[in-house]
């Protein structure tokens, strides 16, 4: 089974002020915690989907291909990211600024997919549902064609009975950084 990855990684930071994505967490850039969480021995296509430079260049010296994009919409984003995803049987949608996340989780999650691979796979905690997500390669040109402003929760929306939920290890990791506040509690939480 072949799998692929895609970070999304193109939000404008909007709440956070600046580009959260290169923001210091314990001396590295957040983008830095959600590359390395995801064992690369899984997956065959990686991808980082970015609107910002420094991102993708930070992206190439970890070997991790970036997209350097303009776009705006979520949708096109995600259109971007499926379009280099072809051929695989299912892609994991991971949040750049989802820098808790374990590899133990992702692996489980993968498991989970090869078990039902025509599922949608989502990192949960009891039942709150979050990213990252797997979708199966049959869901692929839905992504493609999401309308302006929606992302993969309305595919999710529209398929409910296709989600099956993996348990994650910790709740922190279903944090994300959307404020300064935010990731300065997320550095509480890093692994020591």
């Not at 993708?56 to 303009?70: K, N, R, S, V, Y």
Request: aromatic share 8%; with cysteine.
């Amino acid at each position: 089974m072949k799998l692929g990855c895609v970070w999304m990684a193109s939000g404008q930071g909007k709440r956070f002020g600046s580009n959260k994505l290169m923001a210091d967490l314990s001396g590295q850039p957040v983008i830095a915690y959600a590359l390395k969480a995801v064992p690369p021995e899984l997956f065959v296509r990686k991808l980082v989907v970015t609107r910002w430079h420094t991102v993708a260049e930070f992206c190439q010296t970890q070997g991790i291909p970036a997209l350097l994009h303009d776009r705006v919409d979520r949708n096109e984003v995600i259109a971007l990211g499926v379009a280099r995803m072809q051929g695989m049987d299912g892609c994991l949608f991971f949040q750049g600024d989802q820098p808790l996340c374990y590899g133990d989780s992702i692996r489980n999650l993968v498991e989970n997919f090869k078990e039902q691979p025509n599922k949608i796979h989502r990192l949960s905690w009891n039942e709150t549902q979050a990213s990252p997500v797997i979708f199966p390669a049959h869901l692929f040109d839905a992504l493609e064609h999401l309308s302006a402003k929606q992302g993969g929760g309305t595919i999710i929306a529209q398929n409910p009975h296709l989600v099956q939920l993996t348990q994650a290890l910790f709740p922190w990791e279903l944090w994300d950084v959307d404020t300064p506040q935010a990731l300065q509690e997320i550095s509480r939480y890093l692994p020591k």
